[in-house]
């Protein structure tokens, strides 16, 4: 694990200053069991960018938390059809979606918070996914977050999905690109994408919990509005974990 | 096998809130008698022994664990349930781990 670690350090610093395409291309070649994470909004360009380099290897996966808007799951669809691939939707599991919705009712979140909701609806279902593969994509960006999330790196090992004893590669491409240039590329190369961005949705996520935003807003305003932003305490300071 | 567990001292001189919660719980399940070595990572000290293991295996979180087995590469934890259900061979509730997973990783939300 060492070594692996390592060298992911190294290719991040290698990988960092080139583009989403290479970084895409790169992970293809290096990964046969290789999925990309789609949440049904702009991270459309990552299938789009994938289906460009070697269609053959394009594998999709959507977490559907049971609470999307219509127009993602329709969204879903037309891309399905669009680039002719398959999208394995993963769902969560029933049994602990209803024991929560027994017992605190279908929109708990808006009183406890959506973190309880999140990991069985989302959390539960990725890291089922991700035990069946090596290495994964997101469309994961450093402005999608304000304040402390600000070095998202390139690739990642990612601890906390790993298999007991083996490590998985996190591929975050879109890390260094900003919100205008993801929709430079959509636009310019005529890549569907949800209808709710022409609603004024920037970010996209379960119907109850995603709302418009007004000019100058931030995109996570448009998420969990109703809960005031947290620090993320226990990160090493990465001044200091630097050399 | 030797087990290290990397807490972190955070600039104002405190326990990281999560590394409490941790010691708190590993001490209510009589766990920390399995830990061979605690070490601290102060964040005011790049040279603090817990900083050099974090630089060393590229960890970013705390608390960590650092699992050693002789002939192996060394494993590095920071899901404290991961942790308790693969090392330590104990029964985790599966929310627990999940909630953990989402509180140390923010952005996994926006998927």
Not at chain 1, 130 to 150: E, F, K, M, N, Y
Not at chain 1, 237 to 242: A, E
Not at chain 2, 57 to 64: E, G, I, L
Not at chain 2, 66 to 71: I, L, P, S
Request: hydrophobic content about 35%.
């Amino acid at each position: 694990m060492t070594a692996n670690l390592l060298n992911t350090l190294d290719l991040d610093r290698e990988l960092s200053d080139q583009s989403p395409q290479e970084i895409i291309a790169y992970a293809l070649e290096q990964f046969d069991n290789i999925a990309i994470s789609f949440s049904g909004a702009e991270d459309v360009v990552l299938i789009d960018m994938a289906h460009r380099i070697n269609p053959e290897k394009v594998q999709v996966f959507s977490l559907d938390t049971g609470r999307l808007h219509a127009e993602t799951y329709r969204f879903i669809e037309k891309v399905r059809e669009h680039y002719g691939i398959q999208i394995d939707v993963v769902f969560p599991d029933a049994y602990a979606v209803n024991n929560m919705v027994r017992e605190k009712g279908l929109f708990s979140f808006y009183r406890d918070g959506h973190k309880e909701c999140c990991s069985i609806r989302k959390i539960g279902p990725l890291r089922r996914k991700l035990l069946t593969v090596d290495a994964w994509i997101t469309g994961q960006r450093r402005d999608q977050s304000p304040g402390t999330r600000t070095a998202i790196p390139v690739i990642q090992d990612d601890k906390a999905f790993a298999r007991p004893d083996d490590t998985l590669t996190k591929f975050n491409p879109l890390a260094n690109w900003s919100s205008n240039q993801v929709w430079e590329y959509i636009r310019s190369n005529n890549v569907p994408y949800n209808e709710l961005h022409d609603r004024g949705y920037i970010s996209i996520g379960c119907e109850p919990c995603t709302r418009a935003t007004g000019p100058g807003q931030h995109e996570r305003e448009g998420r969990w509005w109703w809960e005031e932003a947290t620090m993320k305490e226990c990160g090493l300071h990465s001044v200091n974990t630097q050399k | 096998m030797k087990i290290t567990l990397v807490k972190k001292i955070k600039l104002d001189g405190s326990l990281c809130r999560k590394c409490e919660d941790v010691q708190q719980k590993m001490e209510a399940a009589d766990q920390m008698s399995l830990i061979d070595e605690v070490l601290l990572a102060d964040e005011r000290d790049a040279s603090s022994p817990g900083m050099v293991l974090a630089r060393r295996y590229n960890v970013d979180q705390a608390p960590f664990f650092v699992v050693e087995r002789e002939g192996l590469q060394p494993e590095i934890y920071t899901v404290y349930f991961k942790f308790v259900k693969e090392v330590l061979n104990q029964k985790t509730r599966e929310e627990d781990e999940l909630k953990e997973i989402l509180n140390d990783n923010p952005d996994l939300d926006f998927l």
